[in-house]
């Protein structure tokens, strides 16, 4: 019988195409991961997986069984949730990870779960926070049923979902620089001060935001790393520097102006979605879905 670590081993090393992002999105060594592909291949008596000094990729063998990995992985996990919900006495639970950086569907989650409440009040919903790729990993593993993040499709290629919201990108900046702008190009800005994601806890973001400022043809002059936008929000508001944000927010707001950015790609527009595991959906699950992407939040009204 195949180990069901050999198969997340696998699945993870086919969907990043890498031994190194395979390994970090499972917490594992590379030996590690390596030897588990080699014990796989033996069970299996094929070769799976092509490797050379730079590229990794599926044989025809690899491609035939990687559907047929996700199925056993995804079937399992849904065997484990109902198993779960017997031993509660039939009491049924949804565990929900929402990302911080999410703040902007919070509303539309409110009004989606009162209404999903109103269908089933029977089940008991159980919300935690962690950010984007640790709930993919989370959603693999069994250990939430939903996801609410920010969607990217190099740590959600695996994972069906529904988008919810998409936020475009802007600057917030200190009110008190009076800079006196709506719109300005990035280049602008490339003298101030400027709040980075920290890279340990939000690479992808960092990463992003760092290409996006040298593209605009300066090094931007980073004065502080932060880990989420309430910290992000409160030294902006001091006057420390500015900060990139997904936002929907336009003029003044608790001491920051959100200015938008002139020639930025869609590339840069953030889209939040609700995530699951593609095999594992409950009808639970469904109509919770259902209930957030049909709510209708309210319209934000900021003084100018």
Same mark, same amino acid.
């Given at each position: 019988?195949?180990?069901?670590?050999?198969?997340?081993?696998?699945?993870?090393?086919?969907?990043?195409?890498?031994?190194?992002?395979?390994?970090?999105?499972?917490?594992?060594?590379?030996?590690?991961?390596?030897?588990?592909?080699?014990?796989?291949?033996?069970?299996?008596?094929?070769?799976?997986?092509?490797?050379?000094?730079?590229?990794?990729?599926?044989?025809?063998?690899?491609?035939?069984?990687?559907?047929?990995?996700?199925?056993?992985?995804?079937?399992?996990?849904?065997?484990?949730?109902?198993?779960?919900?017997?031993?509660?006495?039939?009491?049924?639970?949804?565990?929900?990870?929402?990302?911080?950086?999410?703040?902007?569907?919070?509303?539309?989650?409110?009004?989606?779960?009162?209404?999903?409440?109103?269908?089933?009040?029977?089940?008991?919903?159980?919300?935690?926070?962690?950010?984007?790729?640790?709930?993919?990993?989370?959603?693999? #593993? @069994?250990?939430? *049923?939903?996801?609410?993040?920010? &969607? +990217?499709?190099?740590?959600? $290629?695996?994972?069906?979902?529904?988008? !919810?919201?998409?936020?475009?990108?802007?600057?917030?900046?200190?009110?008190?620089?009076?800079?006196?702008?709506?719109?300005?190009?990035?280049?602008?800005?490339?003298?101030?001060?400027?709040?980075?994601?920290?890279?340990?806890?939000?690479?992808?973001?960092?990463?992003?935001?760092?290409?996006?400022?040298?593209?605009?043809?300066?090094?931007?002059?980073?004065?502080?790393?932060?880990?989420?936008?309430?910290?992000?929000?409160?030294?902006?508001?001091?006057?420390?520097?500015?900060?990139?944000?997904?936002?929907?927010?336009?003029?003044?707001?608790?001491?920051?102006?959100?200015?938008?950015?002139?020639?930025?790609?869609?590339?840069?527009?953030?889209?939040?979605?609700?995530?699951?595991?593609? #095999? @594992?959906?409950? *009808?639970?699950?469904?109509?919770? &879905? +259902?209930?957030?992407?049909? $709510?209708?939040?309210?319209?934000?009204? !900021?003084?100018?």
């Amino acid at each position: 019988m195949i180990d069901q670590m050999l198969l997340n081993h696998f699945i993870a090393v086919a969907q990043t195409g890498s031994f190194t992002r395979a390994s970090e999105r499972l917490h594992a060594s590379q030996s590690v991961v390596s030897r588990s592909i080699a014990r796989l291949e033996d069970q299996l008596g094929a070769k799976l997986i092509e490797r050379t000094t730079r590229t990794v990729r599926l044989t025809p063998a690899g491609d035939v069984f990687l559907p047929d990995a996700l199925e056993i992985v995804n079937r399992l996990a849904l065997a484990e949730r109902n198993v779960r919900h017997m031993s509660d006495g039939g009491r049924a639970k949804l565990r929900i990870g929402v990302c911080p950086s999410t703040t902007n569907e919070a509303d539309r989650m409110a009004r989606g779960v009162q209404k999903f409440r109103e269908i089933w009040p029977q089940v008991e919903l159980e919300l935690s926070t962690a950010i984007g790729n640790v709930q993919a990993d989370m959603l693999r #593993a @069994s250990e939430i *049923d939903l996801g609410v993040m920010h &969607v +990217r499709k190099s740590h959600c $290629a695996d994972l069906g979902w529904e988008i !919810i919201g998409r936020d475009p990108l802007v600057v917030a900046v200190p009110t008190v620089w009076n800079l006196g702008r709506t719109r300005v190009r990035l280049q602008e800005l490339c003298d101030r001060p400027w709040l980075m994601p920290n890279p340990e806890v939000g690479r992808a973001s960092y990463e992003h935001q760092l290409e996006l400022c040298r593209s605009a043809g300066f090094e931007p002059k980073v004065v502080g790393l932060v880990e989420d936008s309430l910290a992000a929000r409160i030294l902006i508001a001091s006057g420390m520097a500015a900060a990139f944000s997904n936002s929907r927010l336009t003029g003044s707001h608790q001491g920051a102006d959100y200015v938008s950015l002139e020639g930025i790609s869609e590339l840069y527009v953030a889209e939040t979605g609700i995530v699951w595991p593609e #095999a @594992s959906m409950s *009808d639970q699950m469904r109509d919770l &879905v +259902r209930c957030i992407v049909e $709510a209708q939040p309210e319209a934000v009204t !900021i003084a100018a």
